[in-house]
C-alpha cells in the first residue's frame, strides 16, 4: 500500500513555474518510454482547481503576493507548499470525490491559497498535485506551516481522521521506538531464556540474538517478553501529541 498523503517544501527561484510545469504536463522530457507517465493516458488527467498552464499558475501566486504586499522573497525562502495525494487501496477502484475531498480538506486545514490542483491518470497510481501559496497574515511562512517532523505528523493524522477514515485508509499506528534501557531489557530476557534451554551453545545463541539487538520488537513479541513501563509511557505522550487537532483558520482567496 502506497502512502496516502505526502508533503514537502518547495524552495527556490522558479520552484513554483517548475512543480506547475511537472503537473500540467509540460515538460516533454518527462514523457514517454524513459519516464513513468503514459503519454497515451494524460488526456484522462484533469484540473480541480487553478489555471490549466503554469504561466497562469505563476501569475495568480504573483497576483496573490501582489496583494498582499510582499515584493521580495528571500534566496532562501519556502515558495510553496505541495501535498501528493495517493489512492493506496490497489484493490479498489478510486472514487471520484476522493481528490476533491482531498483537495477541499488541504485548503481548509493550512488556510493558505491553492494555486493548482490537479489529478493524475497516467500513471501507474491515480494520484493528486495540490500546490500551495503559504501565505499567512501576509507573510511567507512555509516553513513554520510546515513545521517539525512532529507537526508533520500532526498534519497527516488529521488528514487520516478527516478524509482517509470517510474511504477506509486507516494510518498504521507509529512505529514504537525502543530506548537503549529498553532494548538492553529485552536482549537480557532473551538470552536468559535462551540459555536455559539445552543443547544451545554461547555462540548459537550470540547467533539468534545478534539480528534484534538493533531493534529486539519482534524478538519480545515472539518470546512474549514485556516490556518495561517506561516504554508504554513515552509512546502514550508521542501519540497523544501526534492525534491533537491542528489550529483552525480561516479559508483564504484561492486562483480561480
Known amino acids: 500500500m502506497s502512502y496516502p498523503a505526502s508533503i514537502k517544501r518547495l524552495k527556490g527561484q522558479g520552484i513554483i513555474r517548475r512543480a506547475a510545469m511537472h503537473n500540467l504536463r509540460e515538460i516533454a522530457a518527462e514523457i514517454g518510454a524513459y519516464g513513468r507517465i503514459d503519454a497515451a493516458r494524460i488526456s484522462q488527467n484533469y484540473t480541480l482547481r487553478g489555471p490549466e498552464t503554469s504561466e497562469a499558475v505563476v501569475s495568480c501566486r504573483n497576483a496573490l503576493l501582489n496583494d498582499a504586499g510582499i515584493k521580495k522573497l528571500k534566496s532562501n525562502a519556502v515558495e510553496g507548499l505541495e501535498v501528493l ?102 536482549i537480557q530476557k532473551a538470552q536468559m531464556m535462551l540459555n536455559a534451554i ?15 539487538r538493533r531493534n529486539p520488537l519482534r524478538l519480545a513479541e515472539h518470546l512474549n517478553i514485556a516490556l518495561p513501563v517506561e516504554v508504554y509511557r513515552r509512546q502514550s505522550k508521542f501519540v497523544e501529541m501526534m492525534t491533537r487537532p491542528a489550529p483552525e483558520g480561516r479559508m483564504p482567496a484561492m486562483c480561480a
Open 85 to 186: 495525494f495517493t489512492w493506496p487501496l490497489q484493490d479498489r477502484e478510486c472514487p471520484p470525490q476522493y481528490f476533491e475531498d482531498c483537495t477541499q480538506w488541504a485548503a481548509e486545514h493550512f488556510a493558505v491559497p491553492v494555486l493548482s490542483s490537479v489529478v493524475h491518470l497516467d500513471e501507474s497510481t491515480p494520484h493528486c498535485h495540490v500546490l500551495m501559496l503559504p501565505i499567512v497574515n501576509g507573510r511567507m511562512n512555509g516553513s513554520a506551516l510546515f513545521g517539525t517532523r512532529l507537526r508533520l505528523a500532526m498534519h497527516l493524522d488529521a488528514f487520516y481522521r478527516e478524509v482517509g477514515a470517510k474511504y477506509g485508509i486507516v494510518r498504521k499506528p507509529p512505529e514504537l521506538k525502543l530506548s537503549a534501557f529498553a532494548r538492553n531489557y529485552v
Open 198 to 212: 539445552s543443547g544451545l551453545t554461547e555462540e548459537t545463541v550470540e547467533v539468534i540474538l545478534a539480528p534484534h
